[in-house]
């Protein structure tokens, strides 16, 4: 139980473009989902927290015009890059409140974006 | 500001050892303390722990969490190849939404 999928695994996109990843939860229901951005050899840095039905709330130093989300559905988060530029690439991941717990999240496989 | 440190930042041992990784909190309104397991790709995970001095333990992996002294340790026991990863720890305060404050990580490398 309490799987989260994520999508795409990988995306290659040119400068100025932007960027849907999509997470769901696929057993359970998730009021609040998390998107992290994770560089490599570093910890997971917290993007932003998304509530179903209620605007997401961003990190300090993180900007929301920039990384769109939005959490239409108890089982769907998106994460858009608008205008995606090189410094945008990173693995970007996506957890899940547990259904049991206040604090277990559950990961997504993440998605590595580079931006060309 | 609040803060979750991980010691050794890596470590590389032989299969059969017995590793011990530390991590240490200052977060205001503690609730929950999480380790969790990173290979190649997103964390899975291992324990979650809000009670002082009670161990939990999965196979060969255990861990116990102190809150006077503020810190948590995770034990693997008779190391194998396959625990080669990333171990996260992360702390979950009260009234923040849910959301989990992560440290640097250790990278364990467990060699044949």
């Known amino acids: 139980g309490a799987v989260v999928s994520q999508h795409p695994s990988r995306v290659i996109c040119k400068s100025g473009t932007s960027v849907k990843i999509e997470c769901r939860s696929l057993?359970?229901?998730?009021?609040?989902m998390f998107w992290y951005r994770q560089f490599p050899k570093q910890s997971l840095m917290l993007m932003a927290t998304?509530?179903?039905?209620?605007?997401?709330?961003?990190e300090q130093g993180v900007e929301k015009d920039k990384f769109l989300i939005n959490h239409a559905s108890l089982t769907l988060s998106t994460l858009t890059v608008t205008s995606a530029h090189p410094e945008d690439s990173s693995f970007y991941i996506c957890?899940?409140?547990?259904?049991?717990?206040?604090?277990?999240?559950?990961f997504g496989p993440g998605t590595r974006l580079t931006v060309t | 500001e609040d803060k979750v440190v991980q010691s050794p930042l890596s470590l590389v041992v032989h299969e059969g050892d017995t590793v011990t990784l530390n991590c240490s909190y200052e977060?205001?309104?503690?609730?929950?303390l999480l380790w969790y397991k990173q290979e190649k790709k997103a964390p899975t995970f291992l324990f979650m722990l809000t009670s002082s001095g009670i161990e939990k333990k999965s196979g060969r992996l255990s861990s116990i969490l102190d809150k006077k002294e503020l810190f948590s340790i995770l034990n693997i026991t008779a190391t194998q190849t396959g625990d080669s990863a990333i171990y996260l720890c992360?702390?979950?305060?009260?009234?923040?939404?849910?959301?989990?404050?992560f440290g640097q990580g250790t990278e364990l490398s467990v060699k044949p």
């Open positions: 992360a702390v979950g305060p009260y009234n923040q939404g849910g959301k989990l404050i």
């Open positions: 057993d359970f229901q998730a009021t609040t």
């Open positions: 957890s899940a409140r547990g259904p049991s717990s206040q604090d277990e999240q559950y």
């Open positions: 998304s509530n179903e039905g209620s605007k997401a709330t961003y």
């Open positions: 977060v205001t309104n503690f609730r929950s």
